[in-house]
């Protein structure tokens, strides 16, 4: 388990790591940081939320689809619901807003 630092620290790399992912991959998308939420927007008004849980230690999605909670296990971070990774998850949402295609390479901490 991270300390509360630790997930801090983590969880700020990867909403920067993910803001800086779609600046590349895709203009309809904006994104903006507020406190422990990332809100990813598309252009036709569809959202994403990204949530950490201090309390818990987890990720959070919310999105059309559902919403899905993310704990990390050696390096990745899994769904308590279907042990899908938080990729894999970020990237079907992305892709149902933009209704095309969206792949956010998986995070590697350095």
């Known amino acids: ?16 790591y993910i803001e800086e992912s779609l600046e590349d991959l895709d203009d309809d998308f904006d994104c903006y940081t ?9 252009a ?11 309390a818990n230690g987890e990720l959070w999605i919310a999105a059309k689809s559902g919403g899905y909670h993310f704990a990390p296990q050696a390096g990745v ?10 990729f894999t998850v970020l990237n079907r949402v992305l892709s149902e807003a933009a209704q095309s295609e969206i ?6 901490a350095a």
């Open 1 to 16: 388990m991270m300390t509360e630092s630790e997930f801090l620290r983590v969880s700020d790399r990867i909403f920067a």
């Open 34 to 42: 507020l406190g422990n939420v990332l809100t990813i927007e598309h």
């Open 44 to 54: 036709d008004g569809a959202q994403i939320i990204i949530n950490r849980h201090l």
């Open 77 to 86: 971070w899994y769904s308590e619901r279907d042990r899908a990774d938080f």
């Open 103 to 108: 792949v956010v390479p998986p995070f590697q």
